[in-house]
């Protein structure tokens, strides 16, 4: 089942913060979050495990509630190269593919 | 350490042909993954490789669709006839085995126009 992101695009002013959440109707092992360029491929930003954990990436963190079965990115103070489109990805066991959300298209202006 | 190769980079062929692409994982990734990126959409999962075998190809259209990791290292994804609705950028992604949670590093993809 495709995890649903929210929201489909955001638009932000250097310096600005952002969040983009990905959410699931089935209960998850791991989410895993994305970013990739026009015309290149998903670069992996981080992993989250069942359990509620929040990991961070310079600016650049992620939450995930079991309860809602909901992970939020937390991006803050954008920089332009935040640029992108970010992808959830989830997995709901243990050596499972990926399967991906559409996607939040994320522009970072001067 | 060099990243996962994809080749060609960009295919146009009409419809009905055949085409092939070609992907090498990271030295040491047992599992091997074909994605299919439609224009706006997430990557969806073709086929899950571990080592050799096919660990789960639910999701391949197997009358046009097939593909093979014979020694367990390079993989072919191959379509035949090819369709309009076949445009789409085709990634390959690799990862350490499976039955923890890894990373899956992704190739440049192969972007195939069909018309």
């Known amino acids: 089942q495709q995890p649903v992101q929210s929201p489909q695009a955001v638009i932000l002013r250097e310096g600005e913060d952002a969040v983009i959440n990905c959410s699931s109707s089935?209960?998850?092992?791991?989410v895993h979050w994305y970013r990739q360029k026009h015309g290149e491929a998903p670069v992996f930003l981080m992993i989250?495990?069942?359990?509620?954990e929040q990991k961070g990436h310079d600016k650049i963190s992620a939450s995930f509630n079991e309860k809602k079965q909901q992970s939020s990115l937390y991006l803050t103070a954008s920089q332009l190269s935040y640029s992108g489109t970010y992808f959830c990805?989830?997995?709901?066991?243990?050596?499972?593919?990926?399967?991906f959300g559409k996607g939040t298209s994320l522009l970072v202006t001067p | 350490e060099a990243g996962v190769a994809q080749s060609p980079r960009y295919k146009i062929i009409e419809k009905r042909q055949s085409v092939a692409f070609w992907c090498n994982p990271i030295?040491?990734?047992?599992?091997l993954y074909w994605y299919q990126q439609i224009l706006g959409q997430g990557p969806k999962l073709l086929i899950q490789f571990q080592n050799n075998g096919v660990v789960d190809d639910s999701q391949l259209p197997k009358d046009r669709f097939s593909a093979e990791r014979l020694k367990g290292v390079d993989s072919t994804l191959k379509i035949q006839p090819a369709k309009l609705e076949d445009s789409a950028v085709y990634l390959c992604?690799?990862?350490?085995?499976?039955?923890?949670?890894?990373?899956?590093?992704f190739g440049p993809g192969t972007r195939l126009t069909v018309l």
């Open positions: 992604a690799s990862s350490l085995p499976g039955g923890q949670v890894v990373t899956q590093y």
């Open positions: 089935k209960a998850l092992y791991s």
């Open positions: 990805g989830t997995t709901l066991n243990s050596g499972y593919a990926l399967n």
């Open positions: 989250l495990l069942k359990g509620g």
């Open positions: 030295s040491g990734h047992a599992t």
